[in-house]
């Protein structure tokens, strides 16, 4: 069963950093993109980032400015995202997703979800 996991949230200050993990099980990420979601309290949830398996191609919400750096380590069958420069607007709960090879704009292509975790950007 296709798995993920994600780790890694907490409380940060404006201007910090986080790096969150998405653990993933009974599957490799030779065949799965992987997605970073989010979901503010109020607001529907929205794409973040995402890898796909191939060659490695990344995508990002252009919101994001160059904050946020998705990355994946095949041999740990994890995929990271790094925050930096925190805001209090990226307060939200965060998830990672599986999507069948390639990164897609369709939320509903992402197949498994993780439970989430929570980052809260708060002084």
């Known amino acids: 069963q296709v798995q993920p996991v994600e780790s890694g949230g907490g409380l940060v200050q404006p201007g910090g950093s986080l790096r969150l993990s998405c653990a993933v099980s009974?599957?490799?990420?030779?065949?799965?993109?992987i997605g970073w979601f989010r979901q503010a309290p109020g607001k529907e949830r929205e794409g973040v980032s995402c890898?796909?398996?191939?060659?490695?191609?990344?995508y990002y919400s252009d919101s994001l400015k160059g904050r946020f750096t998705i990355s994946r380590d095949f041999a740990k069958n994890t995929v990271y995202l790094h925050m930096n420069s925190l805001k209090p607007e990226d307060t939200a709960v965060y998830y990672c997703?599986?999507?069948?090879?390639?990164?897609?704009?369709?939320?509903?292509?992402?197949?498994?979800w993780g439970q989430g975790t929570q980052v809260t950007v708060s002084s």
């Open positions: 997703a599986t999507a069948p090879y390639y990164c897609s704009a369709q939320e509903s292509n992402f197949g498994s």
């Open positions: 009974g599957f490799t990420l030779d065949y799965y993109a």
């Open positions: 890898i796909s398996n191939s060659d490695g191609s990344t």
